[in-house]
């Protein structure tokens, strides 16, 4: 679809989730042309972009989005939807309407932590606690071939940012692509640091209650940088990469 024919907030919408593709690819998040990231389009409740499937994360563009409603059917674009790319993220959407971005990976370290015993992220590093309270656990049942998978862990996912899908991989969730893919990338760097200290042999020793609460509230505090969001900081560097590396995503 040419973005010529798409007004201004779709236009960055598309965007947004190209680069979001791209740094996936560059940080070493993407498994082949499997996974999939999901943004709702703007000033719709029940519709969402969703890369055609086939494609390598590397080649993305913004014009290649496909607009898909929550029946399944292909407004815009050309291309096939990916079964478990469908009944997947419908159901995450569909269940959590402040959701505008939905990220589903295979990424090592997150994915090993969801094979462990106990894949419990552990109150032990300053990226782990930017996620205390915020994640949700679901047990694997086999591929999403039907909705009645995607609705399960909308339920499992209930009001959480982050589901840790045991046995399989991760879904980061956002109202914005730029929220959604800085959970992805801190999430991913916490559950890292955790294996790596786990594979030392060494017991991991987490923060103190009363430093951990402290924490918290410091993260909460410190959203904002001289009244810019943290976050949309965040994410207009890395599409700064882009820009100087392979421009073509905003295509």
């Keep these: 679809m040419a973005l010529a024919g798409c007004d201004a907030a779709e236009r960055q919408a598309r965007i947004d989730l190209a680069a979001a593709h791209r740094l996936a690819v560059h ?13 709702l389009l703007p000033g719709h409740s029940d519709r969402f972009l969703l890369a055609p499937f086939g494609l390598h994360w590397s080649e993305v563009r913004a014009s290649d989005f496909l607009v898909v409603d929550f029946a399944g059917n292909v407004l815009a674009g050309s291309g096939p939807v990916e079964d478990t790319a469908f009944h997947i993220h419908a159901p995450l959407h569909a269940a959590r309407p402040d959701v505008h971005c939905v990220l589903h990976t295979h990424m090592p370290y997150a994915t090993a932590l969801s094979m462990l015993d106990d894949p419990t992220l552990l109150m032990a590093s300053q990226n782990a606690i930017g996620f205390n309270g915020l994640i949700a656990l679901c047990d694997y049942e086999g591929f999403a ?55 030392s042999g060494q017991a991991v020793r987490c923060v103190p209650e009363p430093v951990l609460h402290r924490t918290v509230a410091q993260y ?15 994410f207009a560097a890395l599409k700064r990469m882009l820009d100087r590396r392979e421009p073509d995503y905003a295509d």
């Design 220 to 234: 909460a505090s410190s959203a904002q940088v001289e009244g810019h969001d943290r976050i949309e900081l965040h």
């Design 145 to 199: 071939l039907d909705s009645s998978e995607g609705a399960r862990m909308a339920k499992a996912l209930g009001d959480k940012i982050v589901l840790l899908l045991r046995n399989h991989g991760v879904v980061a969730t956002g109202t914005s692509v730029a929220d959604a893919f800085n959970t992805l990338y801190f999430f991913e760097r916490a559950a890292m640091t955790q294996i790596l200290a786990q594979s």
């Design 27 to 39: 940080y070493g998040y993407h498994e082949g042309i499997d996974n999939h990231f999901t943004a």
